[in-house]
């Protein structure tokens, strides 16, 4: 039986007690709204002087009577916060100035931490949501705490969230006796809106006191649904303003320094030092981003010379998949305004999915990638870790407040691998020049009742050559179609989905490469729905995927249907783990947000998932239940439970025949502590057991600990352990496997042990200027035991090397293996010690300074280490040891961004 980790699942249930149930109080419902419900209107002011963003709220602008009555969402769902807060908004012709007053009766009690932007340390604070658009479903917030700590970010689709928008505005903040106040300025620039003569926008205010754990909104917002945008109040009184011209402008220099440890030296370059490695590189750039406003609310995004690098390195994983690891996207140009090219998730707010990997049409990562090809001579190899982007544009906005468009263009340069081999040097290309677009718009009606939305997507490459030729794909094109459609007057239900096609185009042989590549495997030998095609010079296919989703109320509902064909192909602009593969699921349950005596929440829920290949074969059959609650002192849990049932593998053999997938059964558990203490955390543990033997845990402590208002560290260990009785480990061609089409399917006993943690470290100076380091090591380690072959397709059977007539023998770590002493025809062969033990250190730290606003200076230090044996037996102190005593590579990067608007 393969175990497969379903982290999903980790999600889901209940810890019965944690600690005694604390007494709550009881407030009256709001008494200044005849129904907490009903749509609010406020009016902003014309400054009639200017306004000092200072926090202290001494302007005549804010001596009269402001808007009130801010409703709880927690804990006292619709009932009026226990500390009032009081709003004025203005503004002139370039700005929109907001001063909010935050009355506490206990003033001495308020908490402010410093954080880094975007951050959430732990504080009370307030928040502005503006709806700038007035289209009910996008906007911005932004957020100040007691300290000036700031975050800001978009809504899109009504609900979701993206925390990395960072606008350029101002805020301040003071203390009195009363409690706490707080001024804005939002200029009009950082804001999306149409020019009208006077203007309706969607506003609310959201504001914490965190010692309560106390969430109130201007605007009630029940617990039970997710909605936020739509619900917001309407803000009256702008009049006479014009949207600004928006021309932004970020020019940059960066300088680079690498420390770099000398590789091991190949045999016949003893007594030479590698030319391309001297310990030290310098390198600088020069570069600019600029943003230029178009008609309304279309912006043109220009990057000339990007840079494009990370300051904070990708996690470090093992993987023991046929698959690609996806990372997040963290560059700044890909980052804003992804929301606008993101695809098929529009209408529904939970579109859960269960042992599905929704594909995707475009995966900005695929843009300035490591160059895919490689050097064919042996030597010193001197290949870049990045393709150099040349210039990269996009246009994003609305044309009104129902249609959304987006494009976005990108042009890769041709990149060389040098090698010198004893003296001799060579030049050979690696990535070829390449040309990326992708095109996306989305219409919505009936007050966004409805909506449909197209994607699509080109990638050419200049390929030279026949290595590259046979590598890479020529050109690439993808579209698609999504949208949703609300069932009922009170869209409480909503259909939403999508469908799309591909096309890619290649030589002979890049097509045979990708037929029988890991995301196919047209190669199976008992899969009579396809095959492959050796002269083909091209591939089309199709995928699709629609959800059903109740949006609101206690009781939740989802359910969905998804379809890849085996000839759908993303990948050279978008992202697919695999295809041929049909899933469906129905997940349903009842949430509880009334206190009672133990319980602020609880729910359950439960799940049934099925999946085929388009061969009708079940691949997939689980059936999940979970339970969960938070109790009355915030402490709370989650407990899940899933059986696997018996069904065939068709990915286990990486393109051989079925394999049997037996009965497993699985556990999770987690508990989790109130996150307002100093010291808070949460554990994680997970289990599971098959009837063929193999079984797994992980277990995990996540802690947080504020040392100070300005300091904080946290930490997270994990631990796994994993005993697979059969783990792939090679196919070799044999005539003689006639059980198995020709080819022995290797596996062995795989025991791995694996101890990870990480560690951050945030200490924020200024609410401009802060340090952060984070630290991951990892140590893993696997031992292959009981090496053995597939005995027959769609079982679970094997014949072990060593026993009946069967050999094995292993000599400086590579295995002699004969399947069959009584054969006549010598049939040995080798394979190397599939053991591993890995060691991976990476340590990253960023010194940031806004030292003006928008104007950004960064100091990043990367420090990395990496460690490989062939061998399988774990031990900490030794692992640790060896790790830390490596002498690690260094890049030590400074860079400096200057921002200018007019």
Not at 507 to 519: A, D, N
Not at 717 to 737: E, F, G, K, N
Request: charged share 20%; glycine share 8%; with cysteine.
């Amino acid at each position: 039986m393969n175990l497969r980790t379903n982290s999903r699942s980790i999600a889901l249930l209940l810890v019965f007690s944690l600690s005694l149930p604390s007494a709550y109080s009881q407030n009256q419902i709001v008494t200044n709204l005849s129904d907490p419900r009903e749509q609010r209107v406020l009016t902003a002011v014309r400054c009639f002087e200017s306004v000092s963003i200072d926090g202290k709220l001494t302007e005549l602008l804010w001596k009269g009577s402001g808007t009130t009555g801010f409703i709880q969402r927690e804990p006292e769902e619709g009932v009026s916060a226990t500390e009032d807060t009081e709003i004025w908004i203005a503004y002139d012709d370039y700005a929109l100035y907001i001063a909010a007053r935050m009355y506490d009766s206990e003033p001495d009690s308020i908490i402010g931490r410093l954080a880094r932007r975007d951050e959430n340390p732990g504080a009370d604070h307030i928040g502005i949501f503006i709806d700038a658009a007035y289209d009910r479903r996008t906007g911005y917030y932004f957020i100040i705490n007691p300290s000036g700590a700031i975050r800001d970010g978009a809504f899109s689709n009504d609900t979701f969230l993206d925390p990395k928008w960072d606008g350029v505005w101002e805020a301040a903040v003071g203390t009195d006796e009363k409690g706490w106040t707080a001024e804005f300025r939002i200029p009009y620039s950082q804001l999306r809106f149409s020019k009208q003569d006077e203007y309706t926008w969607g506003i609310d205010f959201y504001r914490r006191v965190e010692r309560k754990n106390e969430e109130s909104f201007l605007v009630f917002h029940p617990r039970n649904d997710r909605l936020r945008v739509s619900r917001w109040a309407d803000l009256n009184g702008l009049a006479g303003i014009e949207p600004p011209s928006r021309i932004e402008v970020l020019p940059y220099i960066t300088s680079t320094g690498k420390f770099i440890e000398r590789p091991p030296v190949h045999s016949f370059n003893i007594g030479r030092d590698d030319p391309f490695v001297i310990g030290r590189d310098y390198q600088a750039a020069l570069g600019a981003d600029a943003k230029i406003g178009l008609s309304g609310d279309m912006t043109l995004d220009v990057s000339l010379n990007p840079d494009f690098a990370q300051v904070e390195v990708d996690p470090a994983v093992v993987n023991l998949t046929a698959y690609e690891v996806r990372y997040d996207e963290k560059r700044p140009f890909f980052i804003e305004g992804s929301d606008i090219l993101r695809f098929g998730g529009g209408g529904a707010v939970s579109l859960n999915n269960f042992e599905w990997s929704d594909p995707s049409f475009f995966y900005s990562r695929r843009v300035g990638r490591a160059p895919q090809g490689f050097v064919t001579h042996n030597g010193f190899e001197n290949i870049p870790d990045r393709t150099t982007i040349l210039g990269a544009a996009k246009v994003s906005g609305k044309i009104d407040n129902t249609w959304s468009i987006a494009a976005l263009s990108a042009v890769t340069e041709r990149e060389y691998g040098s090698v010198d081999s004893a003296g001799n040097q060579f030049s050979e290309e690696v990535e070829p020049l390449t040309f990326y677009a992708v095109v996306r718009t989305r219409k919505e009606f009936n007050d966004a009742r409805q909506a449909v939305g197209i994607i699509g997507t080109i990638m050419g490459r200049d390929l030279n050559g026949e290595q590259l030729s046979n590598l890479m794909n020529s050109r690439a094109l993808s579209g698609g179609l999504d949208g949703w459609v609300f069932l009922d007057q009170a869209k409480d239900w909503v259909v939403t989905g999508w469908a799309g096609g591909s096309y890619v185009q290649g030589s002979k042989q890049r097509m045979l490469s990708l037929q029988r590549s890991s995301q196919h495997f047209f190669q199976r030998p008992d899969a009579d729905h396809v095959s492959v095609d050796s002269n083909a010079t091209s591939m089309a296919g199709w995928a699709t995927r629609v959800w059903v989703d109740k949006v609101k109320g206690n009781f939740f509902f989802n359910a969905a249907l998804g379809m890849i064909h085996p000839k759908f192909e993303t990948n050279d602009t978008g992202f697919l783990n695999y295809a041929d593969y049909i899933n469906t699921h129905i997940y349903t349950g009842y949430q509880w947000y009334d206190l009672d005596n133990f319980f602020r929440y609880k729910y359950v829920g439960g799940w049934v998932l099925r999946a085929y290949n388009f061969g009708g074969i079940a691949t997939r059959e689980s059936y999940s239940l979970g339970v969960g609650g938070t109790l009355l002192n915030y402490w709370g849990g989650n407990l899940a439970f899933s059986h696997n049932a018996r069904t065939f593998d068709d990915q286990r053999t990486r393109g051989g025949p079925l394999m049997e997938s037996q009965e497993s059964n699985s556990i999770s558990f987690e508990v989790y502590s109130d996150a307002r203490e100093r010291l808070s955390g949460s554990a994680v543990f997970s289990g599971a057991s098959a009837t063929t033997g193999s079984w797994l845990y992980s277990t995990g402590v996540t802690l947080e600990w504020k040392a100070s208002s300005t300091v904080k560290l946290s930490i997270s260990p994990s631990l796994l352990r994993v005993y697979q009785v059969a783990q792939y480990v090679d196919a070799i061609l044999d005539p003689r496997a006639a059980e198995t089409y020709g080819t022995r399917y290797i596996f062995g006993s795989l025991h791995q042990t694996q101890v990870a943690a990480s560690l951050r470290l945030s200490w924020t100076f200024t609410p401009k200027l802060s340090l952060q380091v984070f630290m991951q090591p990892l140590l893993s380690t696997g031992d292959y035991t009981e090496l053995k072959e597939l005995a027959r397709p769609r079982s679970f059977s094997f014949n072990q090397y060593g026993e009946n007539s069967s050999t094995i023998s292993l000599n400086n770590n590579v295995y002699t293996i004969t399947p069959d002493t009584n054969s006549l025809i010598q049939n040995a062969f080798l394979l190397n010690n599939p053991n591993f033990n890995y060691k991976f250190l990476n340590l990253n730290a960023v010194l940031r300074w806004e030292f003006l606003p928008g104007s950004t200076m960064y100091l990043v230090w990367t420090n990395e280490k990496f460690d490989y044996e062939v061998n399988g037996d774990f031990r900490f102190g030794r692992d640790l040891s060896t790790l830390f005593r490596d002498r690690p590579d260094n890049v030590i990067s400074l860079k400096l961004t200057y921002w200018w608007s007019r």
